[in-house]
């Protein structure tokens, strides 16, 4: 009886979860529409701070993981393309990857763990020192003040550390077809043939999309949090499995939809 | 009205007037609903029943807006944004409702923190001061938009005898020089007695409001047995 009243628990608490997202999303749309009519009402230095801390600090940490991404897909790749003496397709199949799936997803996985989970701290210490009920009384919307900066930077950084991990990936796969001697002329020049600018758009909007979405439930996860002991922390794991998990179900929504239109 | 939240009433016909003006300490043991009274008062909770005018006006959805221009608020924990400067934590409701200039807002700022003897730190973040030093600071953002009522939620919580003190002497001053209204969350009585024009006391077993006067008729009132011993530090 308690296995089922603690599944329904999580369900609800999950719905609920959902719907408060649903709800600043809303709020956030409300505030970006009127922006161009008040943008003085943005808190530029705010974004400035979220969007350092999400691109600039996180960009080490991003090349080494698409690097690493790189080198791996690399390597297990050429080993069976190999015995059929066409491993110079690791490359076709790395810019593909890379750019249409692996990048966006990864970066935002990246970006989830790191920013996510700091916007759900940052935001869910405001609330228990009460922060976020002085803003309200003083008539200023925690979305405004809040979510929107930190949102836009997550929107922000997600492209452009996005095409960091993609050039690392590739530079990883370049140095493993270069010990399989793989000329780099050759490497390149097939990577160069696979992508085009569509398909390097549809990864930077991809990203941004995504950026969006770690953005928003981070700093919903922020703003739910609990005045206990473990609040901010409960808040902080929230934000990166619900990010991931947005991600993760947006991009096969998006998987499926590109299939179908062919694209 | 009722005060609770949705699904828990925390507190049954609940009736007071202040006075503008007024020093009005909402008292009673720990849990017995007075934060829970203030946060409908600022607008953080509606109301489960009954009706509540702060400034002359009902709150409701609708004026809510213009509602937040008349009161301040100090938190408990002086809800101080960590990522400003005391300075710019004075500023922030001025630049966003003021309307006035960058010079003049600054200006306002600097003599507000003159006000609670912190132009000293005027630079510093809450992090670098004291406890009884942000609640200062919170003071003076409540009051930079020349609210009509301010509210304090337990000032002297958390400090020394000496600051806690020298919180109250602060509160009467700006009483005396500004004639706003105050309404204090406290159980402390030494403060109490100290800044208290009126109070109301409240009692988390008959969630009820049991007495309504000011200090020292409620200290030396024969009627309740709870206001008495309350009054005197629990004995009987």
């Not at chain 2, 909402?26 to 702060?54: E, F, Q, R, W, Y």
């Not at chain 2, 020349?146 to 002297?156: A, G, Q, T």
Request: charged fraction near 20%; include cysteine.
């Amino acid at each position: 009886m308690k296995l089922f009243a603690s599944i329904g628990k999580g369900w609800l608490d999950g719905l609920w979860a959902f719907h408060d997202t649903l709800a600043v999303l809303g709020e956030t749309v409300c505030e970006v529409l009127a922006l161009p009519f008040r943008p003085r009402r943005f808190r530029l230095r705010d974004f400035l701070v979220a969007f350092q801390r999400a691109s600039f600090d996180g960009l080490p940490i991003c090349i080494g993981i698409g690097f690493l991404l790189g080198l791996i897909l690399a390597f297990e790749s050429a080993a069976a393309l190999r015995t059929f003496g066409v491993e110079t397709y690791v490359a076709d199949l790395l810019a593909i990857g890379l750019f249409r799936e692996l990048g966006p997803l990864v970066t935002a996985i990246i970006l989830a763990g790191r920013s996510g989970s700091a916007f759900a701290a940052e935001i869910g210490t405001m609330k228990v020192d009460e922060e976020l009920d002085a803003l309200t009384t003083m008539g200023l919307p925690p979305v405004r003040f809040l979510v929107l900066p930190r949102t836009f930077a997550a929107v922000f950084a997600m492209p452009a550390l996005t095409i960091f991990v993609e050039l690392a990936g590739l530079v990883g796969g370049a140095i493993v077809l270069k010990m399989m001697d793989v000329p780099g002329a050759v490497y390149w020049g097939n990577v160069s043939n696979t992508t085009d600018v569509f398909m390097i758009v549809f990864s930077l909007v991809k990203a941004a999309f995504f950026g969006l979405l770690v953005g928003l439930v981070g700093c919903c996860a922020g703003m739910r949090t609990k005045s206990t002991a473990d609040g901010v922390g409960v808040a902080a794991t929230a934000a990166v499995v619900g990010g991931i998990v947005a991600v993760a179900v947006s991009d096969g929504i998006i998987a499926v939809i590109c299939y179908f239109w062919g694209v | 009205m009722d005060a609770g939240y949705p699904g828990a009433v925390i507190l049954k016909d609940v009736s007071f007037e202040v006075k503008r003006g007024e020093i009005f300490v909402l008292l009673g043991g720990s849990g017995c609903g007075k934060s829970t009274i203030m946060k409908h008062m600022i607008g953080l909770n509606p109301v489960l029943a009954g009706d509540l005018t702060v400034a002359g006006e009902r709150w409701t959805a609708k004026n809510r807006a213009a509602l937040c221009r008349k009161i301040g608020v100090m938190y408990q924990s002086g809800a101080l944004f960590g990522s400003m400067t005391c300075l710019e934590n004075v500023l922030l409701p001025l630049e966003e409702f003021s309307g006035l200039k960058r010079r003049a807002r600054e200006e306002k700022a600097r003599s507000l923190l003159a006000d609670v003897e912190l132009l000293d730190a005027a630079h510093k973040m809450p992090s670098e001061i004291s406890g009884g030093m942000r609640k200062r600071v919170a003071i003076a953002r409540a009051m930079a938009l020349d609210p009509e009522v301010v509210f304090l939620d337990e000032p002297s919580a958390g400090l020394d005898p000496i600051t806690s003190s020298s919180l109250d002497d602060l509160v009467l001053r700006l009483r005396s020089e500004r004639n706003m209204t105050f309404i204090v969350v406290s159980h402390e009585l030494p403060s109490i007695f100290k800044i208290a024009d009126r109070c109301a006391m409240f009692d988390k077993a008959r969630r009820a409001m049991i007495a309504l006067g000011t200090p020292d008729g409620l200290r030396n009132s024969p009627g309740d047995e709870f206001v008495r011993r309350f009054f005197n530090r629990g004995e009987k």
